[in-house]
């Protein structure tokens, strides 16, 4: 059997884009969409998803294209990069808050 081949992410991210990607998907989780939750899952499930997330693969068809498009650039550089969370765009205080307000729905 051949080992796997190395093959190209989707396309290759920088780090303003995924910086401008969790803006845009914090204020969609902030707000009070049908699609708000399921940003908010994807987001919590990011920065902890042992205690606050659980993302169904499911809801990236279930969102705006323009949406899941956001949330597939975070996937294509957390595929590219080592590990990296939110926090390091200064996001944390953000994130924080979407775990409290979820917390309370």
């Excluded at 796997?4 to 910086?19: D, K, L, N, S, Y």
């Excluded at 498009?69 to 924080?96: C, F, K, N, S």
Aim: aromatic share 8%; hydrophobic share 45%.
């Amino acid at each position: 059997m051949n080992p796997p081949q190395r093959r190209p992410v989707i396309r290759a991210v920088t780090f303003e884009e995924v910086g401008e990607a969790i803006g845009r998907l914090i204020d969609i989780a902030r707000s009070d969409t049908g699609q708000s939750a399921r940003v908010a899952d994807f987001l919590l499930a990011w920065w902890n998803g042992d205690d606050n997330g659980h993302f169904p693969i499911l809801h990236l068809c279930n969102c705006d294209a323009v949406i899941s498009e956001d949330m597939l650039t975070i996937m294509a550089h957390l595929a590219q990069e080592p590990t990296v969370y939110p926090d390091a765009w200064g996001y944390r205080e953000a994130i924080e808050a979407l775990v409290g307000v979820t917390a309370r729905k």
